[in-house]
């Protein structure tokens, strides 16, 4: 028997996938929950799809990692960091982000900014930057001032 399975989704919301705080070991984010809709459970993907949402105002964590992941967006807009620069987000963008890269994603625009993210199953673990870190990365004080650590 097949082990192919459709998730079937409403309004941001996937049957039977569990609604998460997006993490829980910092707490350098504001309004983010994840959904893991894919890997988890399948032994056969060497990825995991998930699916964040940040709400208006909040942002993830200002992290860098060594591996490599796509986003997709599909709900609402909003600034993403990427290194030294500052990137408007919108509807179906796609982004790669590079290891190494420091990034953090911003719902600045009075709406949900919602995406996918495929990574490898077997990964680092995100770095939070120092201080330091920071400085050497960032000088573009228009990115200096929207990190939120």
Known sequence: MS???VIKADHY?????????YKTHTQ?????????LLGDDIPELNFQTRYFEIQPGGYS???????????IIIR?????ILDDELHTL??????YIAPGTIHQFHADRNEPLGFVCIVDRYRDKPVIPD??????????PKVFEKIKK
């Open 3 to 5: 082990k192919s399975k």
């Open 13 to 21: 919301n996937w049957e039977g996938v569990e609604k998460k705080v």
């Open 28 to 36: 350098n984010f504001k309004d983010v929950h994840r959904f893991s």
């Open 61 to 71: 964590s200002l992290e860098h990692h060594r591996h490599p992941h796509s986003v």
């Open 76 to 80: 609402g807009s909003g600034t993403l």
């Open 90 to 95: 919108s509807l179906h963008d796609t982004v």
């Open 131 to 140: 201080d330091e870190a920071i400085r050497q990365s960032i000088t573009s």
